[in-house]
């Protein structure tokens, strides 16, 4: 498993960094809320929201880049049509 200073050094424009990332977290969460002590509320409270927040802007993310793909295919079959004309 990752180390959280390797996790932040992930480029998370790659696929599999961004798995490995929302892997850990979601490893960090299911600890926490099956066998973490929970030391500071509030803190933990922040933590969740940290992480609900993170996996909105990731999912965000992986469509924009979904999208942008989707894009360069549409180029991609008109350049492939416009040489067979």
Do not use: F
């Amino acid at each position: 498993m990752p180390k959280l200073e390797e996790l932040r050094e992930k480029d998370l424009r790659d696929r599999e960094d961004l798995l490995d990332v929302l892997d850990e977290a979601i490893n960090q969460a299911l600890y926490k809320i099956t066998d973490g002590r929970l030391r500071n509320m509030p803190k933990e409270k922040l933590k969740i929201k940290y992480l609900k927040a993170t996996g909105y802007l990731v999912n965000m993310a992986r469509q924009l880049r979904k999208d942008s793909d989707l894009d360069d295919l549409e180029k991609r079959l008109e350049e492939l049509e416009n040489n067979d004309e």
